[in-house]
Nanobody, 124 residues
């Protein structure tokens, strides 16, 4: 049974930082596909960053501000978010699958496992 659990959401002012964590149970990060998605009210769920084996892929909207990393020993994925903007507000989800080919890695339906989400609110 795979279980993903996100931590670290909160409320910050624009320009602030947050670090999200995603702990995995019954799942091994190494050589699998992990991603962070976010869902803002009135918008579709969108991919923020994907990490697959040794490669990372960032959405244009977060490049240079967000950094994904993982601690294989702790089976934990992190998302460091700096220079936060009000448009970064949303529920952030950790997602996982065995692989994520280039054609589908940004599509939520392609991911098998999801966490419950953690809320990030950025005020102006």
């Amino acid at each position: 049974q795979v279980h993903l659990a996100e931590f670290g959401g909160g409320s910050v002012q624009a320009g602030g930082s947050l670090r999200l964590s995603c702990a995995a149970f019954g799942y091994t990060y190494s050589r699998n596909c992990m991603a962070w998605f976010r869902h803002a009210p009135g918008k579709e769920r969108e991919g923020v960053v994907v990490i697959y084996i040794d490669s990372t892929y960032y959405a244009d909207s977060v490049k240079g501000r967000f950094t994904i990393s993982q601690d294989i020993a702790k089976n934990t994925l992190y998302l460091q978010m700096n220079s936060l903007k009000p448009e970064d507000t949303g529920m952030y989800y950790c997602a996982a699958d065995e692989n994520c080919p280039a054609a589908t890695r940004w599509y939520p339906n392609e991911y098998k496992y999801w966490g419950q989400g953690t809320q990030v609110t950025v005020s102006s």
